[in-house]
């Protein structure tokens, strides 16, 4: 059937149908799968591209991505209906150490954190050996793994001048506090960041239990979807959503809100998987940031600069990831199809989680080739809202 176009047929609904009941029956998880049109043209013309397994959290049926024929984004279909049955209890990114809000904090305990964190976190080579007396090589190691070119990249470059009004970046005392809003924030990892580079943060998360991990520790977390938060238009300096934007099922209707939540000239982040990139077609259904079926969207760098544009986002970069992560996680997954390779299979294909610094380091030279040959494993997007021209505001 690969490469035939189709439209959503009865034929196709029933097969859905099938393949959600076999769902019911052998996991006890109804997804309730339907045919859908392109999320980002409406278009119900399609050509299936590949069809694969759930490998990461082991949901039963086959889940297939296809391209529209219109417009040639890569999407899910048929798509589930039930969101929150595709996210296990154990999803790796939801169960990630809920950091506290410091500001309910003393300094004491903080530091004391701080500290242990430091500890536990560093393997032995950089505990014993004397590699700070090398020069150069802090320069090279930052230079290596390039922050603002990994998964989630660390605020360290976000201080509240980057919000849209000019007056925080002049005047901090007497402005209000910039405000920044994370969607899809599971525990509050990103959110305590921020709020050490100084912003005020608020985020929004589908599901119930890091929703509320995060609350319980003391962040403003909304459960639910930006349309349920009922945050208000222009509030925000700062919109960033990481690896989320491939989860949604209406990525223009959501860009469009974080489009009205940010303030003219606010800035928006976010991440997601390259579908554009060599290892989606070297892999095919095997490669490890495909995620079915929690991945909805499969976005090359070319959909989203439209997308982006078409709901009046301007000064967009996109930066491909200096990370193989991925590559690993995808080695492991097709080890696992021979018996003797399952235990290193399973190993490699759960790297991905927890990144090991020296492999990193060791695929850092071939990360960097790759990305700035526009095939990285995925991308980071930054773009701003316009600020409308002068003599172009409406009078109230
Ligand atoms: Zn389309």
């Not at 049955?85 to 809000?101: I, S």
């Not at 990249?153 to 402005?175: F, I, N, Q, Y």
């Amino acid at each position: 059937m690969t490469g035939t176009e189709q439209i959503g047929t009865e034929g196709r609904d029933a097969e859905n149908r099938d393949a959600a009941e076999r769902g019911a029956l052998a996991g006890g998880v109804d997804l309730r799968l339907r045919t859908i049109e392109c999320p980002l043209c409406g278009s119900e013309r399609f050509s299936e591209l590949l069809r694969g397994r759930d490998v990461r959290c082991g949901l039963e049926g086959r889940f297939v991505v296809v391209g529209c024929s219109a417009c040639g984004h890569q999407y899910l279909n048929p798509a589930p209906g039930a969101l929150e049955a595709c996210y296990p209890a154990d999803y790796a990114p939801h169960v990630a150490v809920v950091p506290r809000n410091e500001a309910e904090d003393t300094d004491a305990e903080a530091g004391v954190r701080a500290s242990e964190g430091a500890k536990v976190g560093r393997p032995w080579y950089l505990r014993y050996l004397p590699l700070k007396q090398i020069p150069g090589l802090r320069r090279l190691y930052y230079w290596l793994l390039d922050d603002r070119t990994q998964p989630v990249p660390l605020p360290e470059d976000l201080s509240v001048g980057d919000a849209a009004d000019g007056a925080v970046r002049t005047d901090r005392l007497r402005a209000p506090r910039a405000r920044a809003l994370e969607v899809g924030c599971a525990t509050g990892s990103y959110l305590a960041a921020l709020h050490r580079r100084g912003w005020a943060v608020q985020g929004v998360e589908l599901c119930e239990g890091p929703a509320r991990a995060a609350v319980a520790a003391g962040w403003t977390v909304h459960q639910g979807t930006l349309e349920t938060a009922g945050l208000a238009d222009e509030t925000f300096g700062l919109v960033a959503a990481w690896m989320v934007l491939e989860h949604v099922p209406r990525p223009v209707d959501t860009l469009a809100a974080m489009h009205r939540l940010l303030r003219p000239g606010g800035l928006l982040l976010l991440g997601v998987p390259n579908a554009g990139c060599w290892q989606r077609w070297l892999f095919g259904a095997d490669w490890y940031c495909l995620d079915l079926p929690r991945h909805l969207q499969h976005f090359t760098e070319a959909r989203l600069r439209a997308v982006l544009a078409s709901v009046g986002f301007g000064q967009i970069e996109i930066l491909h990831h200096r990370t193989l992560s991925g590559l690993v996680g995808s080695l492991g997954i097709v080890l696992q199809r021979w018996k003797v390779l399952e235990r290193p299979g399973r190993w490699l294909q759960g790297y991905p989680e927890r990144p090991q610094l020296a492999l990193q380091l060791f695929l850092a030279p071939l990360a960097i080739v790759l990305s700035l040959l526009g095939q990285g494993e995925g991308l980071t997007i930054r773009a701003r809202k316009r600020v409308p021209e002068a003599g172009h505001f409406v009078k109230e």
